[in-house]
Structure formats: structure tokens, C-alpha cells
């Protein structure tokens, strides 16, 4: 009973791991993936609103450089220059504050300058970052009204606008916003703005983990970051950015709170098992085990007189006697006790039985043994005890026999001895003590004739 119990904890333990581990791969895997993927969907569509303020800001900028270019009285003048009506110079004074109140009130605007005939009619500069020089108005190709330059570590937004006059294009507007400080401008305590060119794209796709790979858009994840990049020109790529705790930091929270409730779940599960079942069969188990113990004990001692029982002689011989090198065997035989039983009935029978066996086991030794072995035969065992010093042992038993009260007749017994070592056949020995206690009983019958 007891392994039994042991077995079904140890399945049960086992199937609780295999559980656990199932659950792990067949549950919590697939939910915090679904929950990865949820906040990677809202952290793309926070990403492309972001990414929308810059198109509108971009939008912004070629509205105001539409703008600057559409003010009718400098296109005019433009046209008086080139007819001959004004000189160069006469064009440029006119041009010059009108121009430049028309550019300050521009955002994130850098730089601008308005060609004519290969001639610089006005030119705005607001910090000094990139210097108004030939270069930049030989670079007016009415083919490339946008595009994004990198200069000293920023990136530029050019935007290059016609002047008209009269339906006549008589010049041109070439503008550069400070596209880095325009992205910079939508970066927030949740995410982080930047420009990065197409090397730094790949550096960084190849030292990242691509999470998804949407059209026109890629979030990756670093060590400490999850970027979402989309291409804004042939070599320039927005990337925003955000600490990969904050990705992961609603998902962990959720997961604990799934994994607690479900270890929770589990343990309360097993305690009630463990309650209902484990505690209850090991009550039972115990109820049985006391229940054995006294039967064994019923089994092992005669009832009558308290001594061992001829059943307990074979768990003697089998578990016991090994643990000795030498007994003495002592058969003995309650003297004229048929008669007993004859004259003064059996219930005066039982009390000498029980009065004899009283008399013995107070004089055996504390690891010696006393057996009832049949009727109103008793077998003494004596452990470490050779013929002579069993002789002695009998010898008071007798004693005590003989002064045992209460009866109006003397009790007594005939005995026999026998050794028996490891080498004996127990029933050899016995059968030798038994003869030799009959020769005995012989011998007492002799003397009172």
C-alpha cells in the first residue's frame, strides 16, 4: 500500500511536469507570440501616424517655398530685368527685404536663393549651415524638384519651385529645409526620430533580429531597441525607435499574471489531490498497517496463554534465528494433565495452561523465546545457550512451576533438550527434544510406580 502511494505521487509529479512543459509550448508560446504580435501592430501603426507628421510637414515645406515663389510683385520685376526695362542691380534692391521677409517665416528653412539667367536675384540664410555659392545655383535641375541631400552630418530637404510671370517661367527658387531637425521634431518620450542612409540601414538589419516585414516596412529588434524603418528616398530610410522594454514590458506583465494564476491553478489542483486522495490513502494505509500489526500479532501469540504461537515459530526460523549462532531447543510437557481435564474440567485445564506459561516467561530471558507448541506442550527457545546452561534455565522454571498457588494438586513438567546451531534442521532438533522429553515423562511415571 504504502509503495502503491509512493508510485501514483511519483505519476503524479511526472505528469505534472510533462504538463507544465506542454503548456509552455502548447499555451504560453503561442499567447505571448499573439501578444508580441499585437503590440507590434500597434507600435507599426503609432510609427506610420508619426511617419505621416513628417509627409505633412514635407507637405508644409513645398507649400511655403509655392509660396515664396508665387509673389507677383518680385516675378514681375524678374520680367522687367530680363525685357531690359531694370538693370541687375535695380532688381536686386528691390528683391532683396522682400525676399527675405517672404523666407523667415518659413519652418526649418536653412537656406534659399532665386536664380534668373543664370543670375542669383536674392538669397536667404538662417544659420550659416550650408553656404549660398555658385555650386548650389548651378544645381537647379527643373527635372528634381525634391530630393534629400547630406551635408556635414544633417540631411537637407531641396525643393526647387518656378517663378512664373505672365504664364512665362522667368526664374527659380531653390530652398533647403533642415530635414533632421523636421524629424527630430515628432520624437517623444515613447519613441525616437532619425534619418539614417542607406549604409546605416544595413548595418543595422544585419546586426538585428527582423521581427516583421510588412510592404515598405520593416520593425527589427536589437538587444535594446525595436526599430521600425521605412525607405523615404533612394538612400535615405526613417527609423524609429523605441526601448524593447516597452515592448516587452506589458507583454512580461500579462504572461505573469497568466503563468501565476496558472501555477496557482495547478498547485491547488495537486493540493486538493493531495488532500483528497495521498492523505486519505495514507489513513488508510496506516488503519491497514495497525490493522496487520495486530493481526500478525494475533497470529504470532496464543491468546490462551500469551506465549508466541506455533505459528510464529516458522517466522522465527526464517527472519530470526539467523541472527544467533546457537540455541537450545527445551520440549516440555505439562505432567499428568489429561487427568486434569478429566477430574476437574477444562476451564481448570486453561488455568494451569496459562499459570504454567506465566511461570516460564518469567523465567526466560528478554531475547529468549517461549512457544506453545501444542496442546500443553510449550518449546523453549534459549539464545547463546548450550545443554548444561539450558539445564539450569529448566531447573528454575520448574521451580517457579512448584510454587505456583491456587490449585489443590502440584504442577509440574517433563522436558527435553536439544542444541541447534546454523549447521540443525530445526524439526530434527525438535523431534530430538521431543524424545528426549517423552524418555523424561517416562522416567516421572517410573519413580511414582
Known sequence: ??????????ITVIVSVLVIIATIFLIFNPIKASLLDKEIKNYTTLCSSKFSEIESEVSRCKEGSDSLSSRTMIAQKIAEYNSGTISLND???????????????LNYLVCAVRNSDGETIAHYDSTKHIKISDSIVDSCDMNNLLEYIAYDNMIYLKIITEVVSDGKSVGADILYFDFSSIVESISDENVSADVVSSNQYDVLINESKTIKDYDGER??????????????????????????EKIYSEIMSVMTRIVVSWFSLLVGI???IYLLFF????????LTEKSVRKLKSELNTDKLTGAFSRTFLDVWNNKIRKKSKKYSLVMTDVDNFKQVNDKYGHLIGDDVLKSISNAMLNTVRNDDYLIRYGGDEFLMLLNETDEEGAEIIVKRALENVAQIKGFSFELSFSYGISELDLS?????????????MYADKK????KLQ
Open 219 to 244: 520593425v527589427v529588434e536589437t538587444k535594446d531597441s525595436v526599430f521600425w524603418l521605412k525607405k523615404l528616398d533612394e538612400n535615405i530610410y526613417i527609423s524609429l525607435s523605441t526601448d524593447r
Open 279 to 286: 492523505r486519505f490513502a495514507k489513513k488508510k494505509f496506516i
Open 270 to 272: 495537486y493540493l486538493a
Open 443 to 446: 522416567k516421572q511415571k517410573n
Open 1 to 10: 500500500m504504502n509503495e502503491l502511494i509512493k508510485r501514483a505521487r511519483f
Open 424 to 436: 540443525n534442521d530445526l524439526s530434527n532438533s525438535i523431534e530430538e527434544a521431543d524424545k528426549k
Open 91 to 105: 532688381l536686386v534692391e528691390f528683391t532683396k527685404s522682400k525676399y527675405e521677409d517672404g523666407a523667415k517665416v
